[in-house]
């Protein structure tokens, strides 16, 4: 059975920091499009990152550039998402998706949505 398990979301003031995990099971990651989406009460689904398992690309969104780094793990099947400087604004739950033998811009405007996803883990960025 393919899962995607995310983990590390929680309650962060603004400017900290928190690392998310996304495990795969059920299948291994191949020349896939692996990224992370967000979905915030009343606004729009927004990938926010993405990265090649090819090649190892990345991609960000505007709104994150220069904030967030995604990476790969090296010998388990699983990326992070690693967020500094949080704003209130990056609250939201965050997700996981793999677009299979895909391209990063695609999974990141969700256009063709995607092959698997996981349930999220909540990010709220407060005071």
């Known amino acids: 059975e393919v899962e995607l398990v995310e983990s590390g979301g929680g309650l962060v003031q603004p400017g900290g920091s928190l690392r998310l995990s996304c495990a795969a099971s059920?299948?291994?990651?191949?020349?896939?499009?692996i990224g992370w989406y967000r979905q915030a009460p009343g606004k729009e689904r927004e990938g926010v990152s993405c990265?090649?398992?090819?090649?190892?690309?990345?991609y960000y969104s505007d709104s994150v550039k220069g904030r967030f780094t995604i990476s790969r793990g090296d010998a388990e099947n699983a990326v992070y998402l690693q967020m500094n400087s949080l704003k209130p604004e990056d609250t939201a739950v965050y997700h996981c998706a793999v677009l299979r033998r895909g391209a990063c811009p695609l999974l990141l405007l969700g256009v063709l949505g995607y092959d698997y996803w996981g349930q999220g883990t909540q990010v709220t960025v407060s005071s």
């Open positions: 990265i090649h398992n090819s090649d190892g690309r990345t």
């Open positions: 059920g299948f291994t990651f191949d020349d896939d499009a």
